[in-house]
């Protein structure tokens, strides 16, 4: 006689079942679901799901159409996609609306570079024939990152993006530049401006970065020719002495036309004492010089002199009465005749120098500032307060520099010209040189043609910051401070870094001198140099770029079009500078927040209950923030944000500015191939983006075991929930384990909407990684599989745990979706079929009751004994005394009175995952497993006694206690009867 078969029960056990991949297979897969995407037309059905509902807009800060995208445009998108999808599924009508920057020197740049490669000149190409070149450039452009930005997961509307080059566009760009002149905002005038003498041009701030430049330094004497005061002697004594002057710009000399002093900075009148110095020697012995009393020292140094005393001090009284000669008056060249007065100016110190600064108003915006402050005063000297145009865009002498026409002080190639040669000879020559040197220093270069920049007195339009406009103490700065006050920041320290900027900016330059732009659509009468006010002028323009584009402007008879029968077209000047980029973008809530019926937002300035966030790199607050903020505040008197979010730069993995040489730059086209968007979108959810983040190989390392986690136990779920059959279970049925679980989702629900509304995506990306990985898989799931693999269908315990995982999947997937958008709908496809997506669902309500704060605190009591048991059982694994929780019977002794009541009617054989267990509230004996840093409860491990059962592997002396099914438990007996009874009758 033969044993019966043993049955094979893996059939009747409810194992996880799923055809969700283990392997991700992201850059295969994301285009798949890209395509579904679309053939769903998401963005369509959200607005359409959306419509009535209070708005959250995040306006896109126009990335520039120039290349292909780089790290730091996917950090950027990818936080920008994040709100908008995060901001949708809170409730609001979140509707991203993507733009590109198209016009400005970049993209002239480049066609000049096609240009001269063929040898074509571009002065002789037509004007709108080149910005025709610059459009289809720009198009082509767009075309490309806007396949790049798709490719990141980023939702919005790409069939319908604005442009500032779109005609209409350009047409609201005139039409804000013309409500500055209509209010008197705008201005023509003259100022020193960076400029660049390669790219012919002025630059805006933003335009500037900082490089090591090896610049020539001089210190030049300024002869005293008038002293005043009350003592003739002293007087008298000053008239034989020269102040020093300390530059590192010797081709700034010619215009120089004061020097500045500090009255807070002691001065002396000091002697050259030195013998024997050569009769070459800029410096002889008797000569005198007034220089500030801590710098003296190195100034002597720099002009090779070890003998010098200090004759006396020399007041500021005394000071501001002297007046100095330029150091050309004497040399013959004509032009340098006049007075060089003395002006206490706030800016100088005696930190390097000589404590005098030269100041050529023409050439710096403290030296233009102190000049115009001083202005009246000087007039009523009889000194001629014009500034004068040394310096020529070529970066040659004007006429204004007399005797030093032809040379240049920046060549077409960025290269020093002979300018500095020429001023230092012309020094030695008039005796005025007394020191010479090199000094190497960080100096302002074009961050496109990276080539160094002057400083240049060029006629340019501005808008005023600080004339009166509606009332007294109204300006645009201090509307422009008003509505800093009023705008939320993220960081805070944003708000006090863009108000520093704007109480300390000089008035807004407008123009470039560039071709491819919107012009600067005013004309100037040519007697008056006023300009024009007529609005139906403007509107004449207004409607004429709308069909035409603004190269209306620039067509034959467009002068006489524009002015029509009202104006005589030979009394009026056309001005062809064009706008600053800066304005063109600063100007995208006119012509798309303002000018889209799906957008117009209804701010809470104007009563409604719409929000407005502008989202942008930390540099911004130069650029992007501030022109918005300064073109808002002269046209409408508000910011035209709620909110301004500001995020670091992304370095290198080791710390380092990324950069070709280096080696170190990552490409987001790289991530994606390799490992997908959502890994990329990871470690940007996952960053610290308030700061400068890094990446690079191991951190993106990094980011993929963390996405394997997370999708394994996404994997997990949607096994389990394969045998769930949708029935509810009550609160007040379900097991403490359960309830446990739903305080957390309620406890994370609070964290999950808090959080999206700070914009603080790492917190909910570390707890819901930490929850998913430790709470759930390594705890809640490790100890429910026996219940969901093993109990009967009718089980409540297993019900209750398949409508808890029901729960968890919804709140989890929806949570991370706006952060892992194809992961989290693949995993929503994979339960709710192919017609749905998890992005047209909103986060879950979860239920007040959820809640338990006392149940919470209980548990954390339990967690901390069964840490003690695992503890134990591991270093019984580790000595292969055990090879599995199940066939340890640990003796867990727990002295701690508030420990062992909250074990108490506890299964803690159940919670530990072992066969058996047993408390004791006795002493443990010596010997025992504890840990450190938990007090009260010590374990003594012990080997389960009893059969082994067939079905769920528990060793209990039950097993086999059932007749019908003698090799299993008794709770697996009743489940496998129920099992058979419902095959049989199926």
């Known amino acids: 006689m033969t044993d019966a078969p043993k049955r094979d029960y893996s059939e009747t056990l409810n194992l996880p079942k799923t055809e969700f991949p283990m392997r991700a297979g992201l850059p295969k897969k994301e285009p798949e679901i890209l395509a579904r995407w679309e053939k769903l037309n998401i963005y369509k059905t959200l607005r359409d799901q959306s419509a009535g509902r209070d708005k959250f807009i995040l306006h896109d800060g126009p990335p ?32 991203y609306v993507p733009g590109w920057d198209c016009h400005g020197l970049p993209i002239e740049w480049k066609i000049e570079e096609q240009y001269r490669a063929k040898g074509k000149n571009k002065d002789e190409v037509p004007i709108n024939e080149f910005r025709k070149e610059c459009r289809d450039f720009a198009d082509h ?48 005038g003259s100022k020193p401006v960076m400029w660049s003498v390669v790219e012919k041009t002025a630059l805006a701030e933003a335009e500037i970065e900082y490089h090591d430049y090896q610049s020539d330094q001089i210190w030049v004497k300024f002869p005293i020719v008038e002293a005043g005061g009350t003592d003739e002697a002293a007087a008298e004594q000053l008239l034989d002495a020269s102040i020093v002057i300390w530059t590192t710009t010797p081709w700034t000399i010619p215009g120089n036309r004061a020097v500045c002093f500090s009255s807070r900075i002691n001065y002396g009148l000091y002697e050259v004492t030195q013998d024997g110095l050569p009769d070459d020697n800029w410096v002889q012995k008797g000569d005198l010089l007034i220089l500030a009393d801590a710098l003296a020292g190195d100034v002597f140094k720099n002009a090779r002199i070890e003998d010098f005393k200090l004759v006396r001090a020399v007041s500021p009284d005394e000071m501001a009465a002297l007046t100095l000669a330029h150091p050309y008056r004497d040399m013959d060249l004509g032009g340098y005749q006049f007075d060089v007065p003395l002006l206490d100016g706030d800016h100088v110190t005696d930190d390097a120098g000589t404590g005098f600064v030269h100041t050529a108003p023409g050439h710096g915006a403290d030296d233009f500032e102190i000049w115009m402050a001083n202005a009246k005063d000087l007039d009523d000297r009889g000194i001629d307060t ?23 002080v920046i060549t077409h190639k960025g290269e020093k010209g002979k300018a500095n040669k020429a001023n230092i000879e012309y020094l030695k020559q008039a005796g005025a040189l007394i020191g010479l040197g090199r000094m190497k220093h960080q100096y302002p270069h074009s961050w496109r043609s990276k080539k160094p920049i002057i400083f240049r007195n060029t006629p340019q339009w501005f808008v005023y910051m600080d004339k009166t406009l509606s009332s007294e103490g109204d300006t645009l700065r201090t509307r422009a401070l008003n ?114 019926e799906d957008l117009n937002p209804q701010r809470k300035t104007a009563g409604g209950k719409d929000y407005v966030l502008y989202l942008e790199g930390s540099d911004q607050h130069r650029g992007w923030f501030h022109s918005s903020l300064l073109e808002s505040c002269g046209t409408r008197g508000h910011a035209p944000y709620d909110a301004v979010l500001t995020h670091g730069f992304t370095m290198a993995e080791d710390g380092r500015k990324m950069s070709k040489s280096l080696g170190n730059q990552v490409f987001p086209q790289d991530i994606i191939k390799q490992y997908g968007a959502d890994i990329l979108r990871l470690w940007a959810a996952s960053c610290d983006y308030s700061e400068d983040q890094r990446i690079g190989p191991e951190i993106i390392k990094t980011s993929v075991d963390s996405y394997r986690k997370l999708r394994n136990t996404l994997r997990w779920m949607l096994g389990s929930l394969a045998h769930a059959t949708g029935e509810e279970v009550a609160l007040r049925d ?44 390594a705890f809640y799931f490790d100890i429910r599989k026996d219940a969901l693999y093993c109990d009967a269908g009718s089980s409540n315990r297993r019900k209750a745990s398949l409508y808890v995982i029901d ?180």
């Open 483 to 596: 509505a800093i006050d009023e705008t939320r920041f993220v960081p805070v320290s944003g708000q006090n870094r863009l108000r520093s900027m704007i109480e300390n900016r000089p008035d807004w330059v407008l123009s470039r001198q560039r071709a491819w732009g919107v012009p600067i659509t005013v004309f100037i009468n040519k007697d008056t140099s006023e300009v024009l006010k007529d609005e139906a002028v403007n509107a004449r323009i207004y409607e004429a770029f709308v069909q035409e584009g603004a190269d209306a402007w620039f067509a034959e008879g467009a002068k006489e079009r524009f002015l029509g029968n009202d104006h005589k077209a030979d009394e009026w000047d056309m001005v062809m500078d064009i706008l600053d980029v800066w304005f063109d973008s600063g100007s995208t809530h006119a012509f798309c927040l303002e000018k889209r």
């Open 807 to 986: 729960k968890l999947f919804n709140s989890l997937v929806t949570w991370m979706a706006p952060m892992l958008p194809f992961t989290m709908d693949e995993t929503w496809v994979s339960r709710y079929g192919e017609e749905t997506s998890v992005h047209l669902q909103q986060f879950p309500a979860v239920p007040a009751d959820w809640k338990d704060d006392a149940l919470a605190e209980k548990w954390a009591k339990i967690k901390t004994v069964r840490r003690v048991i695992t503890g134990a059982l591991e270093i019984e694994r580790r000595e292969k005394r055990i090879g599995s929780s199940l066939e340890a019977h640990p003796v867990v002794h727990v002295t701690d009175p508030d420990l062992m009541a909250a074990l108490e009617g506890r299964d803690m054989a159940d919670i530990a995952i072992t066969s058996q267990l047993t408390l004791s509230s006795d002493p443990a004996p010596e010997g025992a497993f504890s840990l450190d840093d938990t007090k009260g409860v010590a374990v003594v491990p012990a080997l389960a006694e009893g059969t082994k059962c067939a079905r769920s592997w528990k060793i209990l002396p039950e097993v086999g206690t059932d007749p019908d099914y003698p090799d299993v438990t008794p709770r697996d007996a009743d489940a496998l009867r129920e099992w058979d009874a419902a095959n049989v009758a199926a």
């Open 141 to 188: 452009w767009i075309g490309v990152q806007r396949k790049e930005f798709k490719r990141l997961g980023i939702e919005g509307d790409w069939d319908n993006p604005y442009l500032t080059m779109r005609f209409e566009s350009e047409a609201v760009i005139a039409q804000e530049l013309m409500k500055f002149a209509m209010s008197g905002q705008l201005y023509r």
């Open 64 to 95: 520039y159409a120039n290349g292909n995208i780089h790290i730091g445009h996917a950090l950027n998108k990818t936080l920008k996609d994040i709100v908008t999808r995060s901001m949708q599924m809170m409730g609001y009508d979140s509707n």
């Open 386 to 408: 014009a500034i004068p145009f040394t310096v020529a865009d070529d970066g040659f002498y004007t006429k204004d520099a007399p005797g030093l026409e032809g040379n240049q």
């Open 734 to 777: 379900m097991p403490e384990l359960e309830r446990l679980m739903l305080h957390r989702l309620a406890e994370l629900d609070a964290m999950v909407r808090q959080a999206y509304a700070d914009y603080d995506y790492k917190k909910i990306f570390h707890q819901l990684f930490t929850f998913m990985t430790v709470e759930l898989s």
